[in-house]
């Protein structure tokens, strides 16, 4: 890993000599190129995000390469497919190292969550080492075996947190509906977060519930000069749900925007209609935000 960071310094460097440095450049950067396909994943991790610097089209096709070789990697389980059917011993036990890594998983939190008519429980799995944490949403069924709903691999250097919940929220046409709320924390900036929310039906089975995005609704309402540089925070607790963003001015450092802040909270809206007759449920359920609040800046 360290060789490959030296060989983007160098890439970096042979730049600023311009036509003097485009040898040793492009000598650097099909270095780079063929760590895409080290065996080692943090090495061709570090080279693809040095490559996807680069802009050049060998560089960029080598990072695009990588991201979805990456993404069907994750995919592999070696438990099976969402929707398996495992024994208790077998869902909560270790997972074991994979040709990707060395290393296992160990099972360092259960969380069970209520939700009428199914028996959920979140269990995350962590690394000694740099693996990634592995989260799963099991359903109990009546004989004991658990079913998994959700596998979810975390992004390298991203952790689950804070832990899953359920709750039950109500719908503006007076409805409650669980819903489970699972979310992954990236490095580098606390307020970087994925979220997942799915709702759980009265047979016990999950529909995704998509969250609109704040920025793209309110943008319409800024100012022509004004902009939204980085997404909202979505803040999502058990007894309701909320967002804030910052408004940028022309001229405005990254660090200090001068335009203000907007905050709002989180409807849910839409419902779980029963087809097939009562034999499943299908959803209309979404998150939208309302009430936007702009608070001036300086």
Sequence with gaps: VAAVRALARLEREALRLGEDGEALRTLARGALVSAVDDPHPYVRATAARALARV?????????????TREAARRRLDPLGPERVLVPRATALGPRPPTAEWMEGLTLT?????????????????????????????????????FRRLVRWVADEGADFAPEPFAARWTTTSGVGVPLV??????????????????????????????????????????????????????????????????????????????????????????????????????????????????????
């Design 55 to 67: 802009g050049a089209p060998d560089a960029v096709a080598a990072y695009r390469r990588w991201s």
């Design 109 to 145: 939190r259960s969380i069970p969550l209520a939700a009428p008519g199914a028996t959920l429980l979140a269990t995350i799995h962590r690394s000694a080492g740099r693996r990634p944490p592995e989260l799963s949403l099991w359903r109990i069924e009546a004989d004991g075996a």
């Design 181 to 298: 709320v699972l979310d992954l924390a990236h490095a580098g900036t606390a307020a970087a977060h994925t979220r997942r929310v799915y709702a759980v039906d009265p047979l016990g089975e999950l529909h995704p519930v998509p969250v609109e995005d704040p920025v793209g609704v309110y943008a319409p309402r800024l100012a022509g000069d004004a902009e939204v540089w980085k997404g909202a925070l979505l803040d999502l607790r058990p007894e309701a749900a909320s967002f804030e963003f910052w408004v940028w001015r022309p001229g405005d450092a990254n660090c200090c925007p001068s335009g203000g802040r907007v905050h709002g909270r989180l409807e849910l809206r839409g419902a779980l209609h029963p087809v097939e007759g009562g034999r499943a449920y299908a959803s209309t359920l979404r998150l939208t935000p309302v009430a936007f609040e702009h608070i001036a800046g300086r």
